[in-house]
Every structure is written in structure tokens, then in C-alpha cells.
């Protein structure tokens, strides 16, 4: 421990988001505390308020949570819902109950309507009715969100901001078919194909539905930015990488760091989610923060990880 260095909690510090925190250099001018969900469940309010109490952290980032794919959250609706809404709830009035004034809490896209105009200002969470597919989630995402301003408002001395990241990849991604993601679960599909050199790779859906997805090594650099500029942050602000992608440029371009020569066919009866989610990036721009990386070089970096961790 050295004693000059602020002390900084991250929950969920085993999940993609934390481990990809961890990795990053600027993990290194702080004294951070890392608690496993066995060692610290966030579900359990009086244990996280004796934690605070005991381990007195100057800032926590909330990266902790029930996180899934379409399957998962259509599948258990009730604890994404549930789940989200308690770790934060504890987490956040626990912080304010033992005196921690800095916290970054992470919300997600999905806090967004359905129908709102893209690019997604951070104005637009709560003006229209959820996609349905990750309604709970959504919901649970939005109420921890108002919960960190409410307390703000009562207490000007508190910073308590929340982050709205884009969809996300990378290492330490799940790439189990039933929580993934759509970038680890194209990347599962397209090896599959490759092993039993099928001459095709199902898509769900059109393959016209547009996403913008970040990779996890550049969310945790947003987010150490944010650290450093807690107090320059407005109530809410959106981590993206500013550009969007159809979800058939997601699978040609894992087909081509992978070397997978056969074609795509759709399954149009398969749910997709929304048509298009890309945030807008203009308040973490001015602020002085830009996403540099390319899609190819974030696929290329996780599937190295998904060869080396995953598929031995
Ligand atoms: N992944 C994305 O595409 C994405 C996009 C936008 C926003 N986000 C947000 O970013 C944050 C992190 O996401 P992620 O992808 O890193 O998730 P993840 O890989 O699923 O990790 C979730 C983390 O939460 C911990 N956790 C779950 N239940 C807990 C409990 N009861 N007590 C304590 N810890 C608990 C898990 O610990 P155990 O492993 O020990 O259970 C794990 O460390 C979440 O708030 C998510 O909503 C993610």
C-alpha cells in the first residue's frame, strides 16, 4: 500500500470492464481494492457499509453487475431487473452513508428509448418507452443512474456521476453462447464454422441492424480520463467511440482476422434489438478524451485472447 496514493474501489473488478481497469497503467497511482462478489456481495447492504466503513475508499468506480446478451436478459428479466437495481442501490447509498464523496457509476446504452434520434444525447435517457428486449436491465440501469443524481442534489458535496457506455468486447469477454455478447458470440460462431469447415455462419436477423461497439482496453482509458476529471463531468456522460457498424460488418470483419472463407446466411426469425444505437461522444470529446482504435485491431487483440484463453 503506499500511502500517498488515493485508495480506489472497483467493483466487479473479476467482470470484462474491472479486469480491463486492472490492466491499465494508470491502475498504478492507486491503491486499488478489488473484493470478488464472494468477499464482498454487493446484494448484502450491511455488508458493503461495513466494507466502506472499514476500507474508507477515496473513490469508487461501479462496475459491478447481472450482465448479458439478447438471450440472457429475454431469458431472466426479473433478476436483471432486480439484481442491478440492489447492487446499485447499496453500493451508492452505502458510499454516502460512510463519507465516500467520488464515484463513477456505469450505466449502459440500453438506458436509452427505443426510438430516440441517434447519435444518443445523454438528454434523451427517460423521454420514451425501453426496447423490450433488455427492458428490466434497462430499467435497473436508469433508476441507479437518477439514484447517483438524487443524491447529488441533496448533497453538493458529493460526486456521484454515472458513465453511458456503447456496447462492448475484448478480453476477459464471455464468450459462452448464453451470456455473450455479439462480437464474442461471432467470433465462437465463425471458429465453429472454421472447425467443422461449414460453408456458411447463421446471422440473427437482417445483418442491416447497426451497432457501435468499444473495445474494453479503450473503455477503461475513458474511464481513468474520467477519474482524473470527475469534477469537469456533467450528471451523465456517454463513453463511445463516436462511429457505427451494421452487424454484417461485425462478422465480416471477425471473418477476416480469423481467415473463415465461407459465406452468411440470415435468420429473419430471430430477434435484433434495436436498429441502431451509436451515442453521441461530443461532451467526452470536448472534455478531451477520443476513441483512436480500429475495429480490426480490437477484433484482432480479442480473438488472440479467445485463441489463448479460451479455445486451447
Ligand atoms: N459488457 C458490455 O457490453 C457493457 C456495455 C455497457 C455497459 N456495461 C456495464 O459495465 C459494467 C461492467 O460490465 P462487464 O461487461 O464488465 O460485466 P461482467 O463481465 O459480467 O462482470 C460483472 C462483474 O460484476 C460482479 N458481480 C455480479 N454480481 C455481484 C454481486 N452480487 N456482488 C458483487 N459483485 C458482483 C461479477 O463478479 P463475479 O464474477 O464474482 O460474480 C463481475 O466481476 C456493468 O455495469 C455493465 O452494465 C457493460
Given at each position: ?9 472497483i ?10 481497469l486492472i490492466e491499465?497503467p494508470?491502475s498504478n497511482?492507486?491503491?486499488?481494492l ?9 446484494l448484502d ?7 466502506f466503513q472499514?476500507?474508507k ?5 461501479h462496475?459491478?453487475?447481472r450482465?448479458g446478451g ?7 428479466p ?8 440492489d447492487m446499485?442501490r447499496n ?14 457509476n456505469?450505466?449502459?446504452?440500453c ?11 445523454e438528454?434523451?435517457v ?5 426496447e423490450s428486449?433488455?427492458?428490466g436491465?434497462?430499467?435497473?440501469k ?27 468486447y475484448?478480453r ?5 453462447p448464453?451470456?455473450?455478447?455479439l ?9 465453429q464454422?472454421?472447425?467443422?469447415s461449414?460453408e456458411f455462419?447463421e446471422?440473427?436477423g437482417?445483418?442491416?441492424a ?8 479503450e473503455?477503461?482509458d475513458?474511464i ?5 476529471n ?6 451523465n456522460t456517454?463513453i463511445g467511440i ?21 459465406s452468411?446466411?440470415?435468420d ?13 461522444t461530443?461532451?467526452?470529446n470536448?472534455?478531451?478524451w ?5 475495429l480490426i485491431?480490437?477484433i ?5 485472447f479467445?485463441r489463448?484463453?479460451?479455445f486451447?
Amino acid at each position: 500500500m503506499n500511502n500517498t496514493h488515493p485508495v480506489i474501489l472497483i467493483s466487479g473488478s473479476s467482470g470484462m470492464v474491472g479486469r480491463n481497469l486492472i490492466e491499465h497503467p494508470e491502475s498504478n497511482k492507486y491503491n486499488i481494492l478489488t473484493p470478488t462478489s464472494k468477499e464482498l456481495d454487493l446484494l448484502d447492504y450491511s455488508a458493503v457499509r461495513c466494507y466502506f466503513q472499514n476500507m474508507k475508499p477515496d473513490i469508487i468506480i461501479h462496475a459491478a453487475g447481472r450482465v448479458g446478451g439478447i438471450q440472457a436478459n429475454m431469458a431472466h428479466p426479473v433478476d436483471f431487473l432486480v439484481q442491478n437495481w440492489d447492487m446499485g442501490r447499496n453500493l451508492l447509498i452505502a458510499a454516502r452513508e460512510s463519507g465516500v464523496k467520488n464515484l463513477l457509476n456505469l450505466g449502459s446504452s440500453c438506458m436509452y428509448p427505443r426510438d430516440a434520434e441517434n447519435p444518443l444525447k445523454e438528454t434523451m435517457v427517460l423521454k420514451g418507452e425501453l426496447e423490450s428486449t433488455n427492458e428490466g436491465y434497462a430499467l435497473a440501469k436508469v433508476s441507479v443512474a437518477r439514484l447517483a443524481q438524487y443524491l447529488c442534489q441533496e448533497d453538493g458535496t458529493l460526486q456521484y456521476k454515472t458513465l453511458i457506455p456503447c456496447n462492448l468486447y475484448g478480453r476477459w469477454d464471455k464468450f459462452d453462447p448464453s451470456h455473450s455478447h455479439l462480437v464474442p458470440a461471432i467470433i465462437v460462431k465463425v471458429h465453429q464454422a472454421m472447425e467443422k469447415s461449414d460453408e456458411f455462419v447463421e446471422i440473427w436477423g437482417d445483418g442491416l441492424a447497426r451497432r457501435e461497439f468499444m473495445y474494453a482496453g479503450e473503455v477503461a482509458d475513458a474511464i481513468w480520463y474520467c477519474v482524473q476529471n470527475l469534477n469537469k463531468l456533467p450528471q451523465n456522460t456517454n463513453i463511445g467511440i463516436g462511429q457505427d457498424y451494421s452487424i454484417m460488418d461485425y462478422y465480416t470483419a471477425v471473418a477476416a482476422v480469423c481467415g473463415y472463407k465461407g459465406s452468411f446466411k440470415y435468420d429473419l426469425s430471430r430477434p435484433v434489438g434495436m436498429k441502431q444505437k451509436l451515442v453521441d461522444t461530443k461532451i467526452l470529446n470536448d472534455l478531451g478524451w477520443r476513441s483512436k482504435q480500429s475495429l480490426i485491431q480490437g477484433i484482432e487483440k480479442t480473438v488472440e485472447f479467445y485463441r489463448k484463453e479460451i479455445f486451447k
